[in-house]
């Protein structure tokens, strides 16, 4: 079901004024109903709270929860990142001003006709593919019937009977903070279909405007099987979908612009019964954050109702997850099975696959997700090492550049996780912002190791090149930060820090011994850091324990 | 006399006195090929305005001052353009002329009537409806661009009516060609509504195959059903206007990627002079056709039409389409299903007009109920109907079984046969609103072409004999069925039919008056 947030209020009470307000210049169309209700009906419904404070609220619900089991399902809509919509040559800029890309295709005027972009399909098979899935090889679009102001035909092209994909799963591995472990969730089915526009409420709520810019992007819908059990396993069956189109380059799978839009169904169930509860249908979930805690909600909800004997008001719902005041309320009934007359789409033929095409994409397809975690795994990194570098597409990218230079794999994972990591954090950047190249540092590491430079000073070049990129070489060359191997020049520096220190010499040899971290210092700052340390401690020592 | 004013031109009066078909223009010599002006109208204008006998503001002017002489009796035109615009364009073309370019496309100053549900940029496009009043889309049709690229001078025509039947809809683009306001005209054809008027009226009625000419710009009814087809005093100016629009249009997924023959090429090569030009030809005669139901007269006509055939050498036999009477419900099933959801669009909220309303869905009520005619209504309820949960097996599944059923034994026909002929209609022309409190006897009427558009098939209708009509003879069209995409053999058959016919004329005596 394709679904936004507005297009789901069916039952949105617009009001219209007789001055209800047509623009029409160059083909940019403004419709605006205007309305006196304030709000959607949800504000008038009572919601189903418990009188107990939320924390000994949570602790009740925890010692219930372990007598019952949840069952948690996601329809997932995923917005393709094609150059152009599904069915005409609009392209699609997120916040581009209203109506500024749209057409008579995409605004459904009378007489114009779908044809179909063929990088939906493609896209469509590649996240097939990636969620393991059997392809249909002959599909075909259908209409799916309703009236809503955002839908400008009164039908949406999606695929109802016949997806291009049915029957995957997906492999993930929980964080290891969360208590770790893997899983394996199925895919009941991909299809694809269009997007519809948006409503733009007035601030005070008395007339809407249509816009219908996202009118026609192509979505690929994936439902997932029932599988889930808790809102940890549902947001990171979410962030896994994130990553698979992000690896795949079929979406950019932003939450917060809607690229990415998760709709969960939560019931809940005594252990060891067989039958279904009743579900909840949770929306309004902007990041996976949100799919967590609305979901541990709502186990909370349903499971304390259970117990108390109210099992019969958890009804078949719509709730709104509220981010502020961190609860679901009711948005609206289900009013039975909404019928959508769907029919095969007269005006498209039907999808046609060839397994050369399929076999081409499959052999096109990039490392994904899965197989990355299991290649770092058995490279012998940690698993919170593995889920650092294989999650983020162009970390794991990074990290494998790096690699392929012949740097060290652990130290290169370190580095990226300690120091990158955190410049990348404190700065708001992505790695690809950053300048400093894979290759780079692949080269500092050697430099490291080879002992030409320290890693004190490996870290301060680190930080240049991030800045200001360059090459290692370049650096060390211009800052002349070249490592001090040679004994007889460090053990001059010694003597001297040594000499002009005779009371800090005294107490040391009176047994004060920790004063050699003083001297190391001295040294070190003597020799502008680039006295090799193992050199500098061991001659140090030397000199400190020689006249004893 | 006062002819009627809707859409089914019934009480034409018709007589078979022969009268020159192109007096308006000075006789023109015959060009290379065969072809000879007399049988066509383009022609017949690309002669007179290469030998600059006539310049094409000239021929503007005689359509205009016939279209005034006319008009207040039939009101075809719903938006005739202005003056000014066609005048214009001719000026330009014979500008061309006057400059010695001899580059002019096929259409030059052929005035093109268009049914007003396919979309003109400079006029106003409502498919003859309320819901869609005044409006103005902002692109031509793909057929619209095409004629223009050609030359063509584009005028709309009456309407699609939404309050109407669209079994015999393109009755205005019929009636405009009969009455001669313009040259050739384009109408659409769901399930008969080219073949249908052009029995009734006399013309050339011709539908080609599903996915032949590009939809982009019809105003959409039955998606699946819906064709553009053309209405024409000749079979030749058939040719030449269907060849203009036809071919692969990337704006319709469903528009064919096959070639387009030069169907006048095929016309032109024959030798109408040949005592048996057709010889050899399998004809079979759609025997189901030709039963009960089917007006006597009609029946004569149709049996005439056949022995004029056999005596053109061709081989005539009866042929069975089993499947053919279910056709009918199979139709009108999936032509209101698809309808129902083609004009879900008409809601008011972006175009057309917007009932005043309080609340969401009271506007997409009011704004339906005071756009949309009762016989539209009811097909949405029954489309509506048909497409509903634990419905639509029972119905519109079983509609696609019957319409399979439908396309095999057509198949099955024309594998033993070059052409299969019926009548187009099983009666000559009925009175406006006598069939308005029956409708299953008005869909009844549908019965002979309803079929065609279910196997996607190419047909044309030519007029070939009268039946009487109270105080007058109404003409009565012969439906000649051909295999998908082999346009070009109707043609030739139905263009060679057309010269043959002896002693009949099809111009309605009203605008024989106005041309004299």
């Known amino acids: 079901m394709a679904s936004s947030l507005f297009r789901n209020f ?6 219209l004024s007789p001055s209800a307000l047509f623009r029409r210049n160059n083909g940019v169309l403004f419709c605006t109903l205007n309305s006196t209700t304030q709000t959607a009906t949800q504000e008038k419904q009572p919601s189903v709270q418990t009188k107990v404070s939320p924390q000994s609220k949570v602790k009740t619900v925890d010692k219930l929860l372990k007598d019952y089991e949840a069952i948690i399902g996601i329809e997932t809509h995923v917005q393709l990142s094609t150059l152009t919509k599904a069915f005409c040559g609009c392209p699609y800029n997120y916040g581009a001003q209203p109506n500024t890309t749209i057409c008579p295709i995409c605004m459904g005027l009378p007489g114009t006709l779908p044809v179909l972009n063929s990088k939906v399909i493609e896209f469509a098979v590649k996240l097939g593919l990636a969620l393991n899935c059997k392809l249909s090889l002959s599909s075909k679009f259908d209409r799916k019937q309703y ?8 039908y949406q092209i999606s695929q109802f009977d016949i997806p291009i994909a049915t029957g995957g799963y997906v492999d993930l591995d929980l964080p290891v903070e969360f208590g770790g472990g893997h899983r394996k969730f199925g895919i009941t089915r991909v299809h694809m279909e269009e997007d519809a526009g948006k409503l733009l409420h007035s601030g005070n709520g008395s007339y809407s405007q249509v816009d219908l810019n996202r009118a026609g992007v192509p979505l690929l819908e994936i439902v997932s099987e029932p599988d889930m059990r808790s809102g940890i396993e549902a947001a990171e069956y979410a962030a896994e979908l994130q990553r698979v189109v992000r690896f795949l380059g079929v979406s950019n799978g932003n939450m917060q612009e809607g690229s990415l839009r998760c709709d969960v169904n939560v019931s809940i169930r005594p252990l060891g019964q067989v039958e279904f509860g009743t579900k ?8 996976f954050a949100a799919i967590n805690r609305a979901i541990d909600f709502e186990i909370s909800r349903q499971v304390h109702l259970h117990s108390q004997g109210q099992g019969d008001s958890i009804i078949q719902e719509t709730r709104l997850w509220e981010e502020g005041a961190q609860r679901t309320v009711t948005m609206r009934k289900k009013e039975g099975l909404a019928d959508y007359r769907y029919f095969p789409e007269p005006d498209l033929p039907g999808v046609l696959l060839t397994e050369e095409y399929v076999d081409s994409i499959r052999t096109s397809l990039p490392e994904l997700p899965e197989m990355k975690r299991r290649r770092y795994e058995d490279m012998g990194l940690s698993m919170q090492d593995v889920l650092f570098l294989a999650n983020d597409k162009n970390v794991a990218e990074f990290f494998d550049a790096t690699v392929a230079k012949g740097a060290d794999m652990k130290l290169a994972a370190n580095w990226i996780m300690g120091d990158i990591a955190a410049y990348i954090n404190n700065e708001k950047v992505s790695i690809n912002d950053i300048k400093l190249k894979p290759e780079e540092l692949a080269e500092l590491i050697a430099s490291i190791k080879g002992g030409t430079i320290s890693g004190k000073i490996g870290k301060e070049i680190l930080f240049e090149l991030i800045a200001k990129g360059g090459t290692v070489k370049g650096v060390i060359k211009e800052k002349d930060l070249v490592q001090i191997t040679d004994p007889a020049e460090i053990e001059k520096m010694v003597d001297k820090v040594v000499s002009e220190n005779p009371k800090q010499l005294e107490q040391y040899r009176a047994g004060k011994t920790k004063l050699q971290g003083f001297f190391a210092g001295q040294v070190m700052k003597a020799s502008k850091g680039k006295a090799n340390p193992v050199l500098l401690n061991k001659i140090l020592q030397e000199k400190l324990n020689a006249k004893n | 006399m006062v002819l009627s004013t809707a859409m089914k031109p019934s009480k034409y009066l018709f007589s078979c006195r022969r009268i020159h078909h192109h007096h308006h223009f000075p006789s023109v010599m015959t060009i290379n090929a065969n072809l000879s002006s007399s049988q066509s109208q383009i022609l017949s204008i690309r002669e007179s305005l290469l030998s600059r006998q006539v310049s094409a503001t000239q021929i503007v002017e005689s359509y205009l001052t016939r279209f005034s002489l006319t008009e207040p009796h039939l009101h075809s035109f719903l938006h005739f353009c202005d003056d000014s615009i066609l005048k214009q364009q001719a000026q330009d073309l014979d500008d061309k002329i006057q400059k010695g370019e ?13 049914k007003d549900n396919i979309c003109t940029a400079d006029m106003p496009s409502t498919a003859g409806s309320r819901i869609l009043q005044n409006y103005r889309p902002p692109f031509d049709a793909s057929v619209v661009r095409r004629i223009r690229e050609l030359g063509g001078i584009v005028c709309t025509v009456n309407p699609w009516d939404l309050s109407r039947v669209p079994g015999g809809s393109s009755g205005g683009s019929a009636a405009a060609v009969s009455a001669r306001q313009c040259t050739v005209s384009l109408g659409s054809d769901t399930g008969g509504s080219v073949r249908q008027p052009a029995s009734f009226c006399g013309v050339v009625g011709f539908k080609p195959t599903y996915g032949r000419v590009s939809r982009y710009g019809l105003m959409a009814y039955a998606s699946s059903l819906d064709v553009i087809g053309c209405f024409s005093t000749s079979v030749v100016d058939s040719a030449i206007l269907l060849h203009a629009i036809s071919g692969h249009d990337p704006l319709d997924a469903t528009s064919s990627k096959r070639g387009v023959p030069d169907f006048t090429s095929h016309i032109s090569s024959i030798n109408i002079m040949h005592s048996k030009p057709l010889k050899g030809l399998r004809v079979g005669l759609i025997s189901e056709t030709m039963k009960d139901g089917v007006d006597y007269g009609v029946k004569s006509a149709i049996t005439a039409a056949a022995s004029h055939l056999q005596d053109l050498g061709c081989i005539i036999s009866e042929v069975s389409l089993p499947s053919f009477s279910l056709g009918l419900p199979a139709y009108y099933i999936l032509a209101s299903s698809e309808s129902s959801s083609n004009l879900a669009r008409y809601d008011g ?23 949309f005619g009762s016989e539209v209504k009811m097909r949405i309820l029954m489309g509506a109907y048909a497409l509903s949960a634990g419905y639509y097996d029972a119905y519109y599944k079983r509609a696609q079984q019957v319409r399979t059923l439908i396309r095999r034994s057509f198949s099955a026909a024309l594998d033993n046969n070059d052409i299969l002929i019926s009548p187009a209609a099983p009666s000559a022309a009925y009175k406006i609103g006598e069939k308005k409190n029956d409708p299953l006897a008005m869909y009844a009427g549908d019965i002979m072409t309803v079929n065609v558009n279910l196997a996607g098939l190419p047909a044309l209708v030519v007029p070939c004999g009268f039946v009487e009509g109270g105080p ?11 295999a998908a995409f082999e346009e070009d053999k109707l043609l030739k058959v139905g263009h060679i039919f057309e010269q043959t016919l002896q002693g009949c004329s099809f111009v309605p005596p009203l605008v024989a008056t106005a041309l004299s």
Do not use: H
């Open chain 1, 280 to 287: 909840v249908e949770i929306k309004n979930l902007n990041s």
């Open chain 1, 10 to 15: 069916q039952t949105y009470p617009l009001l």
């Open chain 2, 349 to 371: 909220v972006r175009y057309g007009n917007q009932a005043l309303s309080t609340e969401l869905n009271a506007l997409y009520e009011d704004s339906r109920a005071k756009g």
């Open chain 1, 147 to 154: 009236f809503y102001p955002d839908l400008p035909k009164g």
């Open chain 2, 472 to 482: 007058t003879v109404l003409p009565v069209g012969l439906q000649m069925i051909g």
């Open chain 2, 102 to 114: 001899e580059n002019l496309g096929p259409l030059a100053g052929v005035l093109v009537g268009v």
